[in-house]
């Protein structure tokens, strides 16, 4: 640990026996899923407006065969996460995301590609079907407006996500932005499907620009904050709230570059939560001696418990990814639990280059162990439901966040970094000394604007590590993945060293999708697989 945080427990990792599951490289072809009837029952609208926060616990319908990393949203932040310097998953036979570490079977023809795709497009569609269920209605109740408000705000999320997953930025790989077919693809995302898409249209839907997505995304979070005041209930923050539209809004216009209004919203985000970042006492038991402190366990209530979060993920004991056992975040994301993949090898560790950056007095270093031998900078940040370690549907329903007011000091830091470097600088030193540090004494020692941005985005990914949010500011501003650095808990086929973004950071379409879409086809990003060699482990 580090000289003022003492780790005094061990943590002991189990083993279990899973079944392996090997690499398909081929695709089950699928159109974008469109639905033209909705159920008119009386209870369609709230009963629609529950699939929404039920599709980010979808496992995909060939899991069970073979694709254990489909366990929903869960699943899908952390390709994000093994897609930077910040995660590496320890080198196992159990270890299902491969494919995207070491940049292998993510081209246009893999399953894996398909998944990505799909998982979000289906939850899409749960989106559209509740807006176009309200939007027929002759008199929408208070209730239903609500539901819509929510329909947008949770739609505008899966297109922001799929819009900075795959909008291709230049990068070394492919830095004029031309595709194989001669196209440039420079800075465009995705097809847009909505509630009013017919088939004929969905067919012959190409992708749209930054700013056609971006105009789309807007339009929707306006929508949003028009109607979701109207919402009677989150259902324990599984559906967003206004302080979460405010938060969608802050992440929009930072992917946009609109820094003064990536500011506003990213306060108005704080205050209309309510809510003040985790501290040491929600997380870790501690004890004292002298001036210094000391870890003797960790709390299962951490990042386990919704109520701290803006917005968040629920998974009860009756969620099938719960009673899988291992298809779930518990089993990839906690070593306590004996009956999951990290117990069993592919467990999560921080990059010990990125941990030894963390100052001594920061708590948040105790969420990772260094001291551990087998799996150097194993991560303990999430633990069992009720610190439960072997009764899977006890230990694995927990829940996991998806916006936490801790993003929004950050977002508003960096963003009027942009505007005033020396201002926001202050806003991260006032979080760090009020929330991180324990003795108050942090100080940002960086004295360009280019270096207090990178000590933002630096405290950031400690702060969000785990949580699928570093890809998006690794990509958006151009940082480079070194995987081999001094002291790199990497394996040796994921060993990269980039100059600026990874081009694998532009995500490939399926080839299913353009097979049922022309407009897609010559239109795809390049595939990265045809640069990026595992087998050297510095480009």
């Known amino acids: 640990m580090k000289t003022s945080i003492k780790l005094l427990m061990g943590v002991a990792v189990c083993s279990a026996t899973l079944t392996t599951t090997s690499c398909i490289e081929e695709t089950v072809p699928t159109d974008i899923v469109l639905q033209d009837e909705v159920d008119e029952s009386p209870n369609s609208v709230s009963g629609l407006l529950m699939a929404m926060p039920a599709r980010f616990n979808t496992l995909d319908a060939r899991t069970l065969n073979y694709a254990d990393y489909a366990f929903g949203y869960g699943g899908l932040m952390h390709v994000r996460d093994v897609q930077t310097e910040d995660l590496t998953v320890a080198q196992s036979n159990y270890d299902h995301f491969t494919a995207w570490e070491t940049v292998r079977a993510v081209?246009?023809?893999?399953?894996?590609?398909?998944?990505?795709?799909?998982?979000?497009?289906?939850?899409?569609?749960?989106?559209?079907?509740?807006?176009?269920?309200?939007?027929?209605?002759?008199?929408?109740?208070?209730?239903?407006?609500?539901?819509?408000?929510?329909?947008?705000?949770?739609?505008?999320?899966?297109?922001?996500?799929?819009?900075?997953?795959?909008?291709?930025?230049?990068?070394?790989?492919?830095?004029?932005?031309?595709?194989?077919?001669?196209?440039?693809?420079?800075?465009?995302?995705?097809?847009?499907?909505?509630?009013?898409?017919?088939?004929?249209?969905?067919?012959?839907?190409?992708?749209?620009?930054?700013?056609?997505?971006?105009?789309?995304?807007?339009?929707?979070?306006d929508s949003a904050e028009f109607y979701i005041p109207n919402l009677a209930s989150t259902y324990g923050k599984t559906l967003p709230d206004l302080a979460c539209v405010y938060g969608l809004k802050a992440r929009l216009y930072l992917w946009n570059g609109d820094w003064q209004e990536a500011y506003n919203y990213a306060q108005q985000a704080i205050q209309a939560s309510g809510l003040q970042p985790i501290q040491m006492e929600d997380c870790l038991e501690t004890t004292t001696e002298g001036s210094q402190v000391y870890i003797s366990g960790y709390l299962p209530t951490c990042f386990n418990d919704i109520n701290q979060w803006m917005w968040g993920v629920s998974q009860t004991s009756d969620n099938s990814t719960v009673t899988s056992g291992i298809l779930n975040w518990t089993s990839w994301m906690t070593p306590e639990y004996s009956g999951g993949y990290a117990a069993a090898g592919a467990c999560s560790r921080i990059y010990l280059p990125l941990y030894n950056r963390i100052a001594a007095n920061d708590w948040r270093s105790a969420f990772w162990d260094t001291s551990d031998l087998v799996n150097p900078g194993i991560s303990h940040k999430f633990q069992p439901n009720e610190g439960n370690t072997s009764v899977n549907t006890i230990a694995c329903a927990t829940s996991y966040p998806i916006m936490r007011v801790e993003e929004m000091w950050f977002i508003a830091a960096e963003a009027m970094a942009h505007i005033q470097p020396a201002a926001g600088r202050q806003i991260l030193e006032s979080f760090m000394n009020g929330n991180r540090v324990l003795s108050q004494d942090y100080t940002c020692n960086a004295t360009t604007q280019d270096g207090i941005i990178e000590e933002i985005i630096f405290q950031k990914r400690i702060e969000l590590w785990g949580e699928g949010q570093t890809f998006f500011d690794i990509k958006r501003l151009n940082y480079s993945v070194d995987r081999t650095q001094e002291g790199t808990n990497f394996y040796s086929t994921a060993q990269f060293n980039t100059n600026g973004r990874p081009g694998w950071m532009n995500w490939v379409m399926v080839q299913s999708e353009q097979n049922n879409n022309a407009a897609l086809v010559g239109w795809n990003n390049p595939d990265p697989q045809t640069f990026y060699n595992p087998s050297i482990s510095a480009q």
């Open 107 to 221: 081209g246009e023809n893999y399953a894996t590609t398909q998944w990505l795709w799909n998982f979000q497009y289906e939850s899409i569609l749960a989106c559209n079907n509740l807006i176009r269920a309200v939007r027929g209605l002759t008199e929408p109740t208070t209730d239903d407006l609500g539901a819509l408000g929510a329909g947008y705000a949770v739609r505008a999320f899966w297109y922001l996500d799929l819009a900075r997953e795959y909008e291709f930025l230049p990068n070394e790989a492919f830095p004029s932005g031309t595709n194989n077919d001669g196209n440039n693809v420079t800075n465009l995302t995705v097809p847009i499907v909505t509630d009013e898409t017919s088939e004929e249209d969905a067919r012959n839907n190409p992708r749209a620009t930054h700013e056609e997505m971006f105009k789309f995304i807007e339009n929707d979070l």
